[in-house]
Structures are given as structure tokens and as C-alpha cells.
């Protein structure tokens, strides 16, 4: 016996849908014999003419009772599958079978249980989606670099996007059900006919989107993991997007620090380069540059002066997002409490040139166009 | 709904044995089809207008309760009632 699976281009509470879907796969010679999980199971068998009732449940039960199956069988239906404790799915090849609902105000009661259930799980859905937005705004408001954060994290994306696909999604249950519910109430039957492929090409487009969605954020996170890097400075080939120490204090005294390695790594942690990507920010790189100790002090007279500098750059896919990535990256850099003489040279998109005389620091950052970068010294 | 409470007036009785009684009553005329009789059934023992007071094989049997009758004579009211609007009403149009 072959199977094969399929999921339906359409909301699982539309059960008229689901009725006409099931029968067009009869048509097709693929009989429907149960679910597993999201998939429709069906058995590949000879076309057949085949009708089917997606029935709501009237309690929790998984199975229909004795007594339904054989009130159902002298009506001419067959017990097919359940679909979790919603719904019961019956079939006939019978042409005189009794429809199963002969009366739709009472099949609207057996809706409006089914909206009740909806309500309830609409309200467990809610309180994960309250308790997952609630970690992942804790998540933004505790971190120094939100803005970095989300660039930089495509779980945080993947999660936002997910929950608001599943708030879509119950509500567009909730709608189906709903619907039904109301028309029935109204007293007009079902017809048991629709074309399933009319007014859902958003909800399959939104399929297809989210599922696209999904694979990339994976892809990228598994691809990250393998891609990102962290190398001593001399072991970098590529050209790097930042300013040599060494030209920056043009002295002939000056030479590089002696390098630093930890935990029996290969990485000089004095001169070294981190690489990052996501799809927000195809390039980040963090390098840091770290001179020896001269023979002269500090303006200050603290110690034998040391010169060190760190470079962050960043090229966003999308530019909108520079001017506020330029602009944590001055609130990171630029210490509340100290004193610095800031100026705005008229060059790039925007350069801000911040010095603190007291410490002999100096800031520069500079955006241009969707390349933010912080040069610090 | 009217029809399966009528149904359970004078005895104690099975869903299939209500669905029979209904055809014959009606002439055929009203069918209950067994997901209508098993969602009355279902509504109407959660409202205690019926209760199960045994099982005789597959079958579950139950009886009409006092808030069932109750029900039962205001829905016939009701419908009394509806008729007698509606010949009034020809009365008065001819």
C-alpha cells in the first residue's frame, strides 16, 4: 500500500473546503485515511466518487461512541479519521445516505462548540504569544545594542515573525469557524460545494512566504555558525575595512603589541578580527589593534603611553537602518559623565568627531550610505 | 428540537429509536439525520433536558426531565401561538 502526504492551500476550519478537497482526491485516486500532525495521509488507490463530512466533535473524545458509529453506518456513513478532538471525518459512496445534519440551527450548536474550543486555544495562544513578545521586548530592553541585537539575530526575527504568523493563523480559524457558525445559525444549510482555490491566495501566499521565511532564517543560522570567524590581524588575507594602527601614530618608535593568545587558541587577542553576517548585515567586522608601550607617558602622566584602537563597520542591507545603528554605536562608545569636545565635519553622510581631552581618547564615526562604523582610539 | 422532545413525553428511549419514532410520527416528512439527533442529544443532556439513565448494549437510553417538559409545553405555546397569529392575520386580510 502506497501513501502519500498533502497539506491543504487552505484554513483546516473551512470544512466545506476540506469536504470538497477530500473528494477532488478521490477523484485523483488518493484516499484520505488520517492526519499526521500538519499532513494529510492518503492512500493511492483506483478514482473513486466519494463523499465526505467534516463533522465537529460534541466533547473531547478522539473516537465517535459505539452507538454514533452504528447510527452513522445505518445512515449510510463511514467513520474515517479524527482530526486532534475537532473534528470526525466521515465518507460515503452511498448515493442515499442520509446527510449527517438535517437541521442547521442545531449543526450550528455543534459549531458554536467548536468556536468555544477556538476560544480557548485562542487564549492559550495568546498567552505564549504575550509570554515569547514579553522575552523577546526584555531580551531588546536589557541589551546596550538593541538595534545591533536585531540586525544581528536572526532568532529574534524568525520568533517575531512566526508569532505573528500564528496570530494570523488563529485568527483566520476563528473567522472559518465563525462563519460557518453564523450561516448556520441563520438557518441556512451548507452546501457542501466551494471552490477551495478562489479566496485563498493570500492565506497560501502567507504559506508559502512564512515557509520561505523559516528556511532562510535556518539556513543563515546554521550558515553563520559555520562562516563567522575571529583570526589573529596577520592571518587576515582579505583587505579589511579599517585604519592600521601604525599609520594612524606615523612614530618610528612605534611597534606592535606582543601577541596575547588565550586558552591555547592560534588568535592573537591583542591584534585580531571578528567577522560576522546576517541577512540584515551581510558585513561586520570588529578589529582590534593594540600597539607596544613606548618610552613616553601619557599626557596624564598614568603610565608609559600605549596606543590601542578598535574599529567597528558594518555594510546593512538596508541603509534605513544606519542612522540608528550609527547612532547606538555612539551611545556605546561615548561614556555618560565624561566630557568630550564633539564636532560634525561636513564629510560623508554624517561624521561625528567626539575627543576626550582628559583621557586622550578620541571617537570618530561615520556613516556612509548603509556602512555605519565606529573607529575608536 | 420541537420533535425530539415531543418524542421523549411518554417513555424512555434510544437516539435510533427517537430518529424512527420522528419519521413515523411526521410521515416521513421530518428526518432527523444522526449528527442533528447526536448534537440535540449532546446539548440537551448538558442542559439536563435529558438524562441518561442507562445503556442497553451500544446504546445509550434517556429520559425527558422535568425541565425538558417545561420546555416542551412552552415551545407548544409558542408555536400555538405562531398559528393562531397567522390565522388571525388571514382573517383579518381577507
Redesign the interface.
Known sequence: MKYCYKRPAFDFYDTVAMECWLSDMAKRGLLYTGNNLEYFRFLKAEPQNICY?V?PT??DEMEP????L???T??G?EFVAHQGNQFFIWKSTRPDA??????P???S??YRRLCKKLTRSAVGTGLCVAVISAMILGGFLASDRPVTLFLTSPLYIFLAVSELFIVAQVVQQARSALRIKKMLADGFSLSHKKDYHKGYRVYRIMNVLSLLFSIAVLVTALLTLTTDWRKSTVDVTEPLPYLSLDLIEQSKEFDWADPYPIYQSNVDYNNFVDFTWTLLVPEHYKIHQVGAEQSHMWSDDSGYYKPSATTEYCRLTFSAFAPALLNELMDLHLLEGETYTITEPDAFDRTVLAVNEEYSMSHLFVQWGNRPQSYSR | MFYTLMAFLYGEYSGAEIASIVEKLTKGRVRLGPATLYTILGHFEEEQILMETRTDGRKRIYRITDKGIQMYHDEREQLAQCLADSATWEEESK
Open positions: 463530512r463533522e460534541t466533547n461512541s459505539d452507538e454514533m452504528s447510527a452513522y445505518d445512515a456513513w442520509t446527510e449527517l445534519h438535517t437541521d440551527i442545531v449543526q450548536e455543534s
